[in-house]
């Protein structure tokens, strides 16, 4: 099974840039869609970014443009790069592993596993 672990939160300053990791092992992430959700204070989790086993992109209209989800095969790692942050990013970010249909892309319940979070808060 595979256990995925992610790093690169912390405090920021609204307007900076910040890159998430999400580091596999146990298993490799090449047949499963990546995906990237958050959950800020009081609020459920919502979809951010995703990176289908097929090679698609996929984003909300809020995160489009400012956020870019990628992987390295060799390194087994997905990424998830956030662009001129803002105080309304702030939320405990979640890495996804998923092998459901394309049609639930943005879904979380077809997520097989989670990493544990990796908290960023932006200071305006």
């Known amino acids: 099974q595979v256990q995925l ?3 690169g939160g912390g405090l920021v300053q609204a307007g900076d840039s910040l890159r998430l990791s999400c580091e596999a092992s146990g298993g ?3 047949p499963y869609h ?3 959700f958050r959950q800020a ?3 459920e989790r919502e979809f951010v970014a995703a990176h ?3 090679g698609g992109y996929y984003y909300t209209d809020s995160t489009k443009g400012r956020f870019d989800i990628s992987r390295d095969i060799a390194k087994n790692t997905a990424y998830l790069q956030i662009h001129i942050l803002k105080p309304e990013a702030t939320a405990v ?4 592993a998923d092998a459901g249909p394309i049609g639930n892309i943005r879904d979380p ?3 097989v596993v989670w990493g544990q979070g990796t908290q960023v808060t932006v200071s305006s």
């Open 34 to 36: 990546m995906k990237w």
């Open 28 to 30: 490799y992430i090449e």
């Open 5 to 7: 672990v992610e790093s």
């Open 41 to 43: 204070p009081g609020k």
């Open 109 to 111: 319940g077809t997520v």
């Open 93 to 96: 970010y979640y890495c996804a």
């Open 52 to 54: 289908s086993s097929k």
